[in-house]
């Protein structure tokens, strides 16, 4: 599969670039980023071409992935996907829930395949937890907690990252506790039902009613001192209490499973559950966390 790798920020440097051009399965076969002499600099370390027009390298790719600011993404998936570019995303997919309505739109109509890259869905450890806690059912309350130190001290080369900065850990780790939580719980009842409160620095907890009569909590930060960072997640019923094992394989080995989810779409046609659809909900579920805020 001919990819073509949007974006030259720390996460397309770290992660989907390496996982791209180490992969069996894939060429890659340009680069193209909003300052062309960072797409010229990461291209020549993937040793592939820098690209400065978008649209010819998607003439020249079976595939795109994209590394960009949600809602930079989301109006370039549209375009890729009207040239029938399969989609490998980040999450969020976008930042409104229009947006995220005409990426979806968007796949629909070109009839390509997506995948939107939740990384614990994707790493060995956490998405066999994950699947295992579906299968078996019957939980009652489920949390999950994604607390980082982005801009609580650390030395984190996404403190600079001007759509964090504004939109904070609701919008950029917000992603990854959903793609725990509505897998195993079902999705939410409504979006009248969903609650949101403030902390400290950026920090929000959230209220979740799922359709199965389970709750759950959320609790979003980049505030927290380095000492205090972590994830955490568990769901408690009948079976006892289950808790998500720690991800400890590099970003970028789950990358490599996500091209191989989205070649899988693309040969059998079979949506994968990481889909836009969910991405979609994920955004829907998130403006209105954000609109209920104090």
């Known amino acids: 599969m001919k990819f073509g790798l949007l974006g030259t920020g720390p996460w397309a440097g770290s992660t989907h670039g390496p996982a791209l051009a180490a992969h069996k399965g894939v060429e890659l076969t340009g680069v193209w980023g909003r300052r062309p002499e960072a797409a010229r600099e990461l291209a020549g ?91 078996t059912g019957g939980w009652l309350t489920g949390r999950a907690d994604w607390l980082s130190p982005v801009f609580g001290g650390a030395d984190s080369p996404y403190a600079a990252s001007p759509w964090r900065e504004e939109k904070g850990a609701l919008w950029d780790v917000g992603p990854h506790a959903l793609s725990v939580l509505l897998p195993v719980l079902g999705d939410v009842t409504g979006l009248e039902e969903v609650r949101a409160a403030r902390g400290p620095g950026d920090t929000v907890h959230l209220t979740l009613r799922h359709v199965g009569g389970a709750s759950s909590t959320a609790t979003l930060s980049h505030s927290v001192p380095p000492a205090a960072a972590g994830v955490t997640a568990e769901v408690r019923g009948a079976a006892g209490v289950a808790e998500l094992p720690h991800r400890d394989e590099p970003a970028a080995d789950a990358f490599a499973a996500a091209v191989d989810a989205l070649a899988e779409a693309a040969r059998t046609g079979t949506p994968h559950p990481c889909d836009v659809r969910f991405a979609q909900r994920v955004t829907q579920i998130l403006a209105r966390a954000e609109s209920a805020l104090p």
């Open 45 to 135: 370390q993937l040793d592939t071409r820098a690209y400065d027009d978008v649209d010819a390298l998607l003439a020249d790719c079976d595939a795109v992935a994209v590394a960009l600011p949600p809602d930079v993404q989301a109006p370039l998936a549209v375009r890729a996907a009207a040239a029938g570019c399969h989609l490998l995303l980040d999450k969020p997919v976008a930042t409104t829930p229009r947006g995220a309505q005409q990426v979806t739109d968007a796949v629909a109509a070109a009839g390509v395949a997506s995948v939107v890259f939740f990384t614990l869905r994707f790493s060995g450890s956490t998405a066999a937890w994950i699947d295992e806690q579906a299968r």
